[in-house]
């Protein structure tokens, strides 16, 4: 066969679909499509490969970022190559929010969001996406850049289920030699040109001046990439079967062990760290290596120890563990206690006031407290703490820090643990430490019996 310059791709294209079996027992896809250079040679590749064997599907996501001039010309496109190759298209218009990850960024998960959406209510079993070589490179060097450890440095993956990349060993200038020989139009987005971006900036600016040293600066990176798979693949192997053994779960946070993390090579402990968030944000996107060097170091902070990290977590140095969790707002909570009342529910306890006359009705138990009703200032409140509090010793005053750390009440848990209190000052840290202060006695007239239950542990 003579080698063209439409058939060299096609022939690439094909060793990347068998190497990775992007289209193994599948009969119908979606493609993603922008009407840009990439998203036409792939549709056409598509149909000359697979002609009525596969149904294929068009889908145009419009951000509505551009000007709507543009965005017409490309749903015109968008038509024209549907009935061009007998396809059915969609297109389908998101809102897209700029929040912490940039522009493009926000628009790439809106736009992966609704190509999901789509192929699963229509029960396409992939969708396949345009990017290139170039697309691979750069997305490298960005990662790099951005400090986005291991993950990061695989690149794009040529194969994510539902997402493949059939057109990923190809370079852009052979792509573009392919739409020329095939007479294929496609538009051009001028944002592209701008090197107001970062990928454009290094697309226009630093690739080039890479090449210059390396003029298969493209290969290399992906050969490098494929090295970086590789290991991140067999280590991440290794942090899974350790990782069970690692982390507890609890409603809203999930506990490392801190023993395990000093234990195994740090590449491991990374891994495990990079799992756990995983686990609890369900992606990585906004994370980088900085932050999961951040976690590992609390190993070897002191206790109490505490660090932001991105989406509103945090993660903390308890005596044994590494908590990483969901930051909670924090909320006061206070209420005056009626006596004649009885029953008192305020965050996650139920409290049960009972005045006795004198000791015979009272009996010890562990989730009870008594006190001799004429030492106490009246009224009696229920707060959760605030920074300085203090609790009454035998010897003096002792800081309720002092008394949590005492008690190994981790800090995560600190703002939930409720206090006991009269006009004077704190008299029980419920649960774990009463004030050296009313005490009942054979004096004693009345007594306020204090009962508790925490209702969180009984969901």
Not at 58 to 83: D, F, I, M, W
Not at 318 to 335: H, M, N, Q, S
């Amino acid at each position: 066969m003579i080698v063209t310059k439409t058939n060299s791709l096609i022939l690439r294209v094909e060793k990347t679909i068998d190497e990775h079996s992007l289209f193994r027992g599948v009969t119908k896809a979606v493609v993603g499509f922008s009407a840009g250079p990439d998203s036409v040679c792939l549709a056409d590749v598509l149909h000359r490969l697979y002609g009525s064997d596969i149904e294929f599907e068009l889908v145009y996501v419009n951000h509505g970022l551009r000007p709507e001039r543009a965005l017409k010309r490309e749903e015109t496109k968008v038509r024209q190559y549907g009935s061009r190759y007998g396809w059915g298209y969609k297109i389908i218009s998101v809102k897209v929010s700029k929040k912490k990850l940039g522009i493009e960024g926000a628009a790439r998960i809106a736009r992966h969001g609704a190509l999901q959406d789509y192929a699963s209510r229509t029960r396409a079993q992939r969708i396949v996406l345009g990017h290139n070589l170039d697309d691979f490179v750069e997305t490298f060097l960005l990662n790099l850049l951005r400090g986005s450890g291991p993950r990061g440095l695989r690149s794009i993956p040529t194969k994510r289920l539902p997402f493949i990349r059939p057109l990923l060993d190809c370079r852009k200038e052979d792509i573009l030699r392919y739409l020329r020989a095939r007479h294929l139009s496609h538009v051009i987005d001028r944002s592209n040109l701008s090197s107001d971006y970062r990928r454009n900036f290094l697309r226009l600016k630093i690739i080039p001046t890479l090449q210059k040293i390396n003029p298969d600066l493209h290969e290399t990176i992906k050969r490098e990439a494929e090295i970086f798979k590789r290991d991140d693949e067999y280590l991440s192997a290794m942090a899974k079967k350790v990782y069970d053994r690692a982390v507890e779960r609890e409603k809203d946070c999930l506990l490392l062990d801190r023993a395990v993390l000093l234990r195994y090579n740090q590449a491991v402990a990374f891994r495990l760290v990079m799992k756990a968030i995983e686990e609890l944000i369900g992606s990585l996107d906004g994370y980088e290596s900085k932050h999961y060097h951040s976690v590992i170091s609390l190993t070897k902070k002191e206790h109490g120890k505490m660090i932001d990290l991105p989406k509103g977590f945090y993660a903390q140095r308890e005596p044994e563990k590494i908590v990483i969790g969901r930051t909670k707002e924090r909320k006061d909570l206070t209420a005056l206690i009626d006596l004649n009342e009885r029953l008192v529910t305020i965050g996650n306890y139920r409290l049960r006031f009972n005045v006795s006359k004198g000791l015979g009705s009272v009996r010890p138990r562990e989730n009870r407290e008594v006190f001799d009703l004429a030492e106490l200032s009246l009224p009696l409140y229920v707060r959760n703490k605030v920074p300085g509090d203090k609790i009454e010793t035998k010897i003096g005053s002792k800081k309720l820090k002092k008394v949590y750390s005492e008690s190994r009440i981790v800090p995560r848990k600190r703002s939930d643990t409720l206090l006991l209190c009269d006009q004077r000052g704190v008299l029980w840290v419920i649960g774990f430490k009463r004030a050296y202060r009313g005490f009942v006695s054979e004096r004693t007239r009345e007594a306020v019996m204090v009962d508790f239950e925490r209702i969180d542990q009984r969901n």
